[in-house]
């Protein structure tokens, strides 16, 4: 039975979509930033994620479709994203590394996932899990990627929020990377809850989610605020 919730991945997926085009097109214009294009993958993959589950809750399972969003969502729902802080934070080198071991990582994952059978006695017609795949040690591959996804994407959010906490000029930055921060664990959130068969929560977190880390990449563009110090002379 289907409710409201579940025509929620509907609206994430345009909002996923509109957010990528803002970040890719800043990365055209600068012509740099290898951050701006991990962020915009990682976005538009966060889509391809959501867009499944419409389609699932519009059309029915399908193994395809529940393919396709194991390996954007379970695999790919916040590494890109994570990637590109990488980039921000770290040596190039140490990021350029980093970027191959994930890439390596998540395509053998998806290979199995491709190859693995369906136990079509645990699909549910609108709802997705990876319970149903009978190569069941597959999933395995999801959390350690994803637990490295959170370390860099939540902490380096609350490291970069620390970090200007005290310059009242980047008072900005400290605003967009708390928002990030919490932008990125709700969906984590809603992912475990996926593992005890409430997708529900899933489509709500990822939506609130994807808001917030809109709204603090906003804060963080924004023009910084020029503090008056007393008694300064202007040179």
């Known amino acids: ?118 136990d079509f006695a645990l699909v549910d017609p609108h709802r997705l899990s990876g319970r149903v795949m009978e190569w069941t040690w597959v999933r395995a591959f999801s959390p350690p990627v994803n637990t490295c996804a959170a370390i860099f994407l939540i902490g380096g959010a609350v490291y970069s929020a620390l970090r200007f906490r005290r310059n009242p000029a980047m008072h900005h930055r400290n605003v967009g990377n708390v928002l990030i921060a919490v932008g990125a664990l709700l969906p984590g959130i809603g992912g475990t809850a996926t593992r005890f068969g409430h997708v529900e929560v899933l489509y709500v977190t990822e939506l609130i989610g994807l808001i917030l880390i809109w709204l603090g990449y906003r804060w963080n563009v924004r023009t910084p605020v020029v503090v008056e110090i007393p008694g300064a002379v202007a040179a």
């Open 1 to 118: 039975m289907r409710d409201l919730t579940h025509y929620i991945p509907i609206a994430t997926t345009f909002i996923a979509l509109g957010f990528a085009s803002v970040i890719l097109r800043r990365y055209w214009q600068r012509r740099s930033g290898p951050q701006l294009l991990w962020w915009g993958i990682g976005i538009l993959l966060y889509g391809v994620g959501t867009a499944t589950e419409a389609s699932v809750t519009l059309f029915g399972w399908s193994a395809p479709l529940f393919r396709a969003w194991y390996i954007s969502g379970a695999l790919l729902g916040g590494a890109p994203l994570a990637q590109g802080t990488v980039y921000l934070l770290t040596r190039r080198p140490v990021a350029n590394r980093l970027a191959v071991a994930l890439v390596l990582w998540v395509s053998v994952a998806a290979v199995f996932v491709m190859l693995s059978p369906i």
